[in-house]
C-alpha cells in the first residue's frame, strides 16, 4: 500500500503549491485534494502540477451534480494534458444537503445518476464519441473530444453498495473517507472487487482517506479530531460506515497515538486490502511533523 497526502488548501495557492513540493522532495508520489466549498479542485492541480513534477494528482472528490459530463472530462483531459497525464478523478455524489441546497437541484435517484454520468464521462475520457440518452442526464457530442491527453483513471466515492457496483463496474476504484479499517475489509473491498471481476475489469483501486496524528497526548489529539471533523459524523453515508465500524464518531477512526501506534493502525488499513492511504495529517506542527516523517517512512519501506 502506499502511502499520500491530502494537501491543506485553506493557504494561498502558492504554499500550496509549496507543500506539494516539500512533500514530493521528501518522497510522497501522491498528493490529493479535496472540493468542498474552496478553491476548484482540477484548476488548482493544474497549477501545482505545472510546478511539481513526478506526482500523482487526485482529486478527493469532485460533485457531479453541478458538472455536466461533458464539461468535467474536457476540464479533467486539459489536467491530464497540462500534467503529463498524472491525474486521478475522483468524482461523487457529494451529500443530499449540499447538492439540494447550495447547488439547486434533485438528489433523487443517486446511483441512477452515477450511473448515467459515468456512461458519459468513462468514453468520452477514453476520446470517444457519445450518444446517450438517459433519464437524469443526456448527452450527445459530434465526436470525441478535440484533447490530446493520457487518460485519467476514474475513481468513485462509493460507500453503499450500489455505489460499489457501480465503482467496481464503470471506473477504476473508490475513494472512502471517514471509513475504518474493519469497514475496508469487510464491505468496501469484498463488494468493490466483486464488481470488477463480474465484470472482467482489474483489481480494483481503493483509496483510503483518513485523520492521522503522531502524538504523545491520544486524548487531545482525539479530542481535536473530534471538534475538526465533527460534520462527518453527521451526514448520513459517513453516519452508515462509522455506525458498521463501532465508531462513535470521526475520532474513533482517526489514526492517533505515538509512533508504533501509528504505523500499527495503518498497517490495519494496509491488511484490509486498502490499496493507497491518503494522510490527513493535523495536530501541532511539531504533531505534524512527526507524522509526515512516519508517512514518509512507511511510504519508503514499501
Given at each position: 500500500m502506499r502511502c499520500g497526502v491530502i494537501l491543506d488548501t485553506s493557504k494561498p495557492i502558492p504554499d500550496v503549491t509549496a507543500e506539494a513540493a516539500r512533500l514530493?522532495?521528501?518522497?510522497?508520489?501522491?498528493?490529493?485534494?479535496s472540493q468542498i466549498f474552496g478553491y476548484d479542485a482540477l484548476t488548482l492541480l493544474a497549477l501545482v502540477g505545472q510546478n511539481v513534477p513526478d506526482v500523482e494528482l487526485a482529486t478527493a472528490v469532485v460533485p457531479t451534480y453541478p458538472r455536466h459530463p461533458v464539461a468535467l472530462a474536457a476540464?479533467?483531459?486539459t489536467v491530464s494534458a497540462a500534467t503529463g497525464g498524472r491525474?486521478?478523478?475522483?468524482?461523487?455524489?457529494?451529500?443530499?444537503?449540499?447538492?439540494?441546497?447550495?447547488?439547486?437541484?434533485?438528489?433523487?435517484?443517486?446511483?441512477?445518476?452515477?450511473?448515467e454520468y459515468l456512461?458519459?464521462?468513462g468514453p468520452l475520457l477514453r476520446h470517444e464519441q457519445v450518444s446517450f440518452r438517459g433519464e437524469t442526464l443526456s448527452a450527445t457530442t459530434f465526436g470525441p473530444l478535440e484533447i490530446e491527453a493520457p487518460v485519467p483513471p476514474i475513481l468513485v466515492a462509493a460507500l453503499g453498495t450500489r455505489m460499489l457496483e457501480l465503482a467496481g463496474t464503470l471506473a477504476e476504484g473508490t475513494v472512502t473517507w471517514m471509513t475504518g479499517p474493519a469497514t475496508v475489509a469487510d464491505h468496501i473491498v469484498p463488494t468493490i472487487t466483486a464488481a470488477a471481476e463480474r465484470a472482467g475489469r482489474p483489481a480494483p483501486r481503493v483509496s483510503v482517506g483518513l485523520p492521522i496524528c503522531v502524538?504523545?497526548?491520544?486524548?487531545?489529539?482525539?479530542?481535536?479530531?473530534?471538534e475538526l471533523f465533527a460534520i462527518y459524523g453527521t451526514l448520513p453515508s459517513y453516519r452508515a460506515m462509522l455506525d458498521r465500524e463501532g465508531a462513535a464518531g470521526p475520532a474513533d477512526v482517526a489514526i492517533v497515538g505515538d509512533a508504533d501506534a501509528v504505523r500499527?493502525?495503518?498497517?490495519?488499513?494496509?491488511?484490509?486490502?486498502?490499496?493507497?492511504?491518503s494522510a490527513a495529517i493535523y495536530g501541532s506542527a511539531t504533531e505534524r511533523a512527526a507524522t509526515l516523517d512516519?508517512?514518509?517512512d512507511i511510504n519508503q519501506e514499501g
Open positions: 514530493a522532495k521528501r518522497g510522497i508520489d501522491l498528493v490529493s485534494v476540464q479533467a483531459l491525474l486521478t478523478l475522483g468524482i461523487g455524489l457529494s451529500h443530499q444537503i449540499v447538492v439540494e441546497n447550495v447547488f439547486g437541484t434533485s438528489f433523487d435517484r443517486p446511483a441512477l445518476h452515477m450511473r456512461s458519459v464521462l502524538t504523545d497526548d491520544p486524548d487531545a489529539a482525539r479530542e481535536q479530531a473530534a500499527a493502525g495503518i498497517a490495519r488499513v494496509a491488511e484490509a486490502g486498502a490499496t493507497e492511504l512516519l508517512v514518509v
